[in-house]
Nanobody, 125 residues
Framework: QVQLVESGGGLVQPGESLRLSCAASGFTFDNYAIAWFRQAPGKEREGFSCITARDGRTVYADSVKGRFTISRDNPKNTAYLQINSLKPEDTAVYYC??????????????????WGQGTQVTVSS
């Protein structure tokens, strides 16, 4: 059974940091690109970071560049998202997703085969 399970979200104050995890099972993790998406209340889901399956090349949307870092540990079947200097506008449900692609990664949701259930990140003072 394929599963992606996000964890690490929570309520934090502006300026703080969080590290989200995405634990994968049921598929060959290093054959899949991983991406992080987020959806804020009343807004569309936004893809903002991805990492390729084996060589770990990364892509970031301009909105998060410099504050967010995506990484993965293939032997552990886990991907991570380090978020620094959190802002209230980062408040959203954060999802990880996996796409069967060993060469590239993309920030568009339609290419992703598997999705996690999401983890809530709330940034508020």
């Amino acid at each position: 059974q394929v599963q992606l399970v996000e964890s690490g979200g929570g309520l934090v104050q502006p300026g703080e940091s969080l590290r989200l995890s995405c634990a994968a099972s049921g598929f060959t993790f290093d054959n899949y690109a991983i991406a992080w998406f987020r959806q804020a209340p009343g807004k569309e889901r936004e893809g903002f970071s991805c990492i390729t399956a084996r060589d770990g090349r990364t892509v970031y949307a301009d909105s998060v560049k410099g504050r967010f870092t995506i990484s993965r540990d293939n032997p552990k079947n886990t991907a991570y998202l380090q978020i620094n200097s959190l802002k209230p506008e980062d408040t959203a449900v954060y999802y990880c997703a996996a796409a069967s692609d060993v060469r590239y990664c993309h920030l568009i949701s339609m290419v992703y085969d598997y999705w996690g259930q999401g983890t809530q990140v709330t940034v508020s003072s």
